[in-house]
């Protein structure tokens, strides 16, 4: 009997341990496909959380300035964003990149309206058919997924983009930075063998800050020296590595710089004058030059020199800090034969 007992006890016990991993299985596997449910319906990513620490641009900061600027991808500062223009391996351009995650649905587009202005809301998102219609792509679609070969992605007709950056004063920290907003790949179309242009045709805006934690992803090399890709898009629009010229700014009448400069020498002139704005609001606030920027200056001022009879005038051009300094030094009058002493030389600094 005491026998039977052990007998008896052992199988029951082997018989939970059997038991007890399929019991963890299922409810780990039923956990997984409702987790797995959920990211699918929100939208979520692995690659968010991935990505915990960005930058952030508080609302109430006490200064601001957005600009619109046009980068032109034939400019080597903006060539690594289009090269290479086909898929090389691994290697891919921004807007291929992009445009396979719109595929997928893990970023979304969001329409491009007459206006130019950006609108991130729920209303103003599209659809990723719409898009591949109205531009003449080719696609597949099965069970409701879209698909296009690489060689039909218009990668190399994508050769401007539209960027959207700020400009602000973190009152916070004390520091100044440049953020970018917003993204729209431009598609340039329509140029012949007559010299006709190419039509630029806005595709859709990005939010940067949904993409952001895709770019982190996507290596560039961003040199012609050093092959190595060391950098990533988010790296290069974070250091603002790029090159282009303003082509609108945020202001109350809504007007870009098109509608009020006529002819390419005013276009120009407003663009310096708006960058120069920005520099002198910068400078302005901290009442001082970095060391970089006053060695910059000191090799662009000229020291203008005047000679009137014995005396020499030097007078060095005020810096934008709010303080200048000029100095008088008269030349060394001969000595007495009883000797003498060297000539002064003064120096006046203005103080405000």
Not at 14 to 35: D, E
Not at 151 to 164: F, M
Not at 190 to 207: I, M, R
Request: hydrophobic share 35%.
């Amino acid at each position: 009997m005491k026998r039977l007992f052990l007998i008896f006890i052992a199988a029951v016990f082997a018989a939970g341990l059997t038991a007890q991993p399929a019991r963890r299985s299922t409810t780990s596997g039923s956990a997984a496909a409702q987790h797995g449910g959920k990211n699918a319906q929100s939208g979520t990513d692995r690659a968010a959380l991935m990505f915990p620490v960005k930058q952030t641009m508080p609302e109430n900061v006490v200064w601001r300035r957005d600009v619109y600027r046009i980068l032109d991808l034939t400019k080597d500062a903006n060539a690594p964003l289009y090269y290479p223009v086909e898929p090389r391996g691994r290697q891919v351009n921004l807007f291929t990149y992009v445009f396979h995650l719109m595929l997928s649905g893990r970023i979304n587009a969001y329409t491009y309206r007459l206006d130019g202005v950006e609108s991130f809301d729920s209303k103003d998102k599209m659809e990723i058919r719409d898009v591949l219609d109205r531009y003449s792509i080719y696609y597949e679609e099965k069970d409701g997924k879209f698909t296009v070969e690489s060689n039909d992605v218009p990668s190399a007709e994508v050769t401007r983009y539209y960027i959207k950056e700020s400009v602000y004063l973190d009152q916070r920290t004390g520091t100044f930075s440049t953020k970018v907003t917003a993204l729209c790949p431009v598609l340039m179309r329509g140029a012949d063998d007559f010299g006709g242009e190419a039509t630029p045709y806005p595709l859709f805006w990005l939010n940067y800050d949904e993409v952001a934690p895709w770019l982190t992803r996507l290596p560039l090399m961003a040199s012609n020296l050093n092959n190595v890709m060391n950098m990533t898009v988010d790296d290069y629009f974070t250091m603002n590595r790029y090159d282009g010229k303003i082509y609108k700014t945020d202001n109350m009448q809504g007007r870009a710089l098109a509608s009020y400069c006529k002819t390419d020498t005013a276009m120009t002139r407003e663009q310096q004058r708006i960058e120069k704005e920005i520099l002198d609001f910068r400078e302005g606030v901290w009442g001082h030059m970095t060391h970089e920027d006053s060695i910059r200056a000191a090799r662009e001022d000229s020291i203008k020199v005047g000679k009137t009879g014995n005396k020499v005038t030097v007078r060095t051009a005020q810096r934008r800090t709010g303080s200048g300094s000029t100095a008088t030094a008269k030349t060394p009058k001969p000595k007495s034969a009883g000797g003498g002493s060297a000539p002064r030389v003064s120096v006046r600094r203005q103080r405000r």
